[in-house]
């Protein structure tokens, strides 16, 4: 059963903190994608990544970085939290056109 | 850049009756593929049903069937014999088949069936 996991289901930082949101898959795939997602605007890309070391950027990556160090984690930073980074961020896996896998996503509150 | 548009931000619909749900895209590829996700309060994203560009035949997964009109760039989800366990959120979403290629997703559609 593939599995697609996230380190937090719920996470609340302070303005200005460094934030990690780590995500794990068990199934080999190469490609990992982080989302966010927000009322009326749907998921939206922020970063992915095709390899373990290559990174691209999506739609939003502005107040964003990641870090894929192993085929299998792909890291979310918020280097300094700000309020409009609340929302709900989710993962995703997959190998190269097949199915994708989601996480169950991280609801982050940034007070 | 491919969009995806659903134009329907909440839905509402009778236990056992059946519901549409609109999806349109724009895009300039000939081959992609189209998906259905259904996201319930649990959070968890699960494939509904998925169709690929080039076949013609219109996908089935038991109670849940699509309308693709590839002219017409729109795919819609039908919903029959709706189920108090099919409220959730819908999402459209659209694929090219490229290596590292990402997935566009529609605003959502809120979706709750009453007994």
């Known amino acids: 059963d593939v599995k697609v996991t996230q380190s937090s289901r719920y996470l609340v930082k302070r303005t200005g903190e460094k934030v990690f949101l780590e995500c794990v898959q068990d199934m080999d795939h190469e490609n990992m994608f982080w989302y966010r997602q927000d009322p009326g605007l749907g998921l939206r890309l922020i970063y992915f990544s095709y390899d373990v070391k290559m990174k691209e950027k999506g739609d939003i990556p502005e107040g964003y970085s990641v870090s894929r160090e192993k085929k299998e984690r792909f890291s979310l930073i918020l280097e300094s939290a700000s309020t409009n980074q609340t929302s709900m961020y989710l993962c995703?896996?997959?190998?190269?056109?097949?199915?994708?896998?989601f996480g169950p996503g991280t609801r982050l509150t940034v007070l | 850049a491919q969009t995806v548009t659903q134009s329907q931000p909440e839905m509402s619909v009778q236990e056992a009756e059946t519901v549409t749900l609109s999806c349109t895209y724009d895009?300039?590829?000939?081959?992609?593929?189209l998906f259905w996700y259904k996201q319930p309060p649990s959070r968890q994203m699960i494939l509904v049903i998925r169709?690929?560009?080039?076949?013609?035949q219109n996908a089935t997964e038991n109670r849940f069937s699509v309308n693709f009109q590839k002219a017409a760039k729109s795919f819609s989800l039908k919903i029959s014999d709706s189920q108090l366990g099919d409220t959730a959120m819908y999402f459209c979403?659209?694929?090219?088949?490229?290596?590292?290629?990402?997935?566009?997703f529609g605003a959502g559609t809120r979706l709750t069936v009453k007994p």
């Open positions: 169709q690929e560009a080039y076949k013609q």
């Open positions: 895009t300039s590829e000939s081959n992609y593929y």
């Open positions: 995703a896996s997959s190998l190269r056109s097949g199915v994708w896998y």
């Open positions: 979403a659209f694929m090219k088949p490229e290596v590292g290629d990402d997935m566009r």
